[in-house]
């Protein structure tokens, strides 16, 4: 079965600081990876996502992950944190030989930015 | 373009009670996920409905069920309310040119807050 482990629930950042989330698949074959925010009271908007080819992908707000097969990981970085990324972080997988099922969420990150 | 709605924002029932939650597709999008999102917990598929047809089901019972409508909108209706059916219910639509098409991009409402007493 597939199942997603992200490490830390909480990441705490100063403002300026690289933001790092970690993330971690479980799938017999390489699945298709996403990495949702949610801010808030608010549904989930994509980040990013990685199908099939360039294994770094750039997301929206500075975002970017990379995709490491050996490694089983596609974690979430960004140079610079802002205050206005602080929020909920959730990875996600998709089978790639179920294409067209449900994504599989991870538990989430919190990432705090103080200034 | 219109995002992915849901209604209503807030619910609160007890427990034996029925409840139907609903969903308004993005504009073009043909494919309708729901999600369960307990507290402090990542989105748990209930199930999917690709042009009307249920395609795919998570691990909920069957009194979690669902309807997809010619307009793509959608209904979840859940029979014989418990508690830890307090949650987050996500609904998320995309566009599918096949059913198997799975690199398609979710695009999630900001969701109903279900209460159980």
């Known amino acids: 079965a597939q199942s997603v482990t992200q490490l830390g629930s909480h990441v705490s950042v100063s403002e300026g600081a690289l933001v790092l989330l970690r993330c971690n698949y479980s799938?017999?074959?390489?699945?298709?990876l996403f990495w949702y925010v949610q801010y808030p009271n608010q549904g989930l908007q994509l980040l990013l996502k990685?199908?099939?080819?360039?294994?770094l992908v750039k997301g929206i707000n500075g975002f970017e992950a990379e995709f490491k097969k050996s490694e089983t990981s596609f974690h979430l970085t960004k140079p610079s944190a802002h205050m206005s990324d602080a929020a909920e972080y959730f990875c996600?997988?998709?089978?790639?030989?179920?294409?067209?099922?449900?994504?599989?969420f991870g538990k989430g990150t919190t990432l705090s930015v103080s200034s | 373009e219109t995002g992915v709605t849901q209604s209503p924002t807030h619910l609160i029932k007890t427990r034996g009670q029925q409840v139907t939650l609903r969903c308004s597709s993005q504009s073009g999008h043909n494919t309708v996920s729901w999600y369960q999102q307990a507290l402090g917990q990542g989105p748990q598929f209930i199930f999917q409905?690709?042009?009307?047809?249920?395609?795919g089901r998570g691990n909920f019972p069957p009194r979690f069920s669902g309807l997809q409508f010619p307009n793509y909108s959608s209904e979840l209706n859940v029979n014989a309310l418990e508690l830890d059916d307090s949650a987050l219910y996500l609904c998320?639509?995309?566009?599918?040119?096949?059913?198997?098409?799975?690199?398609?991009?979710?695009?999630f409402g900001p969701g109903t807050r279900l209460t159980v007493l």
């Open positions: 996600a997988v998709t089978p790639a030989n179920q294409a067209g099922t449900a994504l599989i």
């Open positions: 990685y199908t099939t080819g360039a294994t």
């Open positions: 998320a639509s995309s566009f599918r040119l096949a059913i198997r098409q799975g690199t398609d991009t979710q695009y």
């Open positions: 799938s017999s074959v390489p699945p298709y």
């Open positions: 409905y690709y042009r009307e047809e249920e395609n």
